[in-house]
C-alpha cells in the first residue's frame, strides 16, 4: 500500500532557518481537503491562535468565509450552555465586557456589561446598549442594578425613565390588579405637576381618596387655565 499524507503538525521558525539570531517559532496544523494538504489552525510566536487564518490578530482569532460559520455551543442532555465573562474589576461602572459588533473594522453597535457602585462585596452590575451614528458609539439604553431602564438616560429614576418622546401604537394600562392604583403624571418643566400645573393625571375607579381625572394647564399663576373634573376640586373650566 501507498503511504499518503491525512494531516500534517509543523513546527517552523518565523525567520529562516539559516539565520542563528531567529528564536521565533509557529506551529501549524493542517488536514487533507480535496486531495490537498490544507492549514487550518496555527499557533504564533505570541501563543495566538488563529483558526482559519494564518495571521491572528488576537488570542483566539476565527476567521469564517460564510454566514454559516461561527461559534456553535450544543447541548445534547437536558443541560444549559454558559459564556461567562469574569473580571476583577476595582472601581465601580467599570466595563466588565463587550460585545461588539463591527462594519468593517468600524465599531456600530456594542451591549457592555459593567461593574455597578459595591466595589466591597462586587455583587451589583448593570447592562448597557450602544448604537453609532456617523462613526461614534453612544449609549441609547440602560439596565440598572435594580432593574430600572433608562432611554436615553444613564440614570433611570423609575422602572422605565424615557428622556424623550414616545409613540405606542396600542391600548396603554397604567396600574396593576386588585386594589393597587396607577398614576400618569405629566410634569411640567418646573417639577412634579400638581392640579392645575401642565398635567394630565388619572386614578381607577376604585381609589376615592385622590383624584380619579384631572387635565390642567397652570392655572397656578392665573394663565392659560383648562381644568377637567376631579373629586377633590374644579370641573371643567376655572
Sequence with gaps: STMRDAGRITIGKDDDWDDAAATDSHMTFKTMLSNTLTEHMRITSAGAVGIGTASPGNNLHLHTDNS???????????????????????????????????????????????????????????IGFATAAAGTVAERMRIETDGSVGIGSSSPTAKLDVNGGAVINGDTIVGRGGSQKGKLTIQSRTGTASRKTNAIVAVPYNDTSESICMIGMDGQAGNNEMHIGSNTGDFMSP
Excluded: Q
Excluded at 75 to 100: E, H, M, V
Excluded at 117 to 124: E, I, P, Q, V
Design 68 to 126: 454559516a460559520e461561527g461559534i456553535l455551543l450544543k447541548s445534547t442532555g437536558d443541560t444549559r450552555n454558559n459564556l461567562i465573562f469574569d473580571g476583577n474589576i476595582s472601581s465601580a461602572a467599570d466595563n466588565i465586557a463587550f460585545i461588539d459588533a463591527n462594519w468593517n473594522g468600524t465599531n456600530v453597535a456594542r451591549i457592555s456589561m459593567f461593574t455597578g457602585t459595591d466595589t466591597s462585596n462586587k455583587d451589583d452590575g448593570r
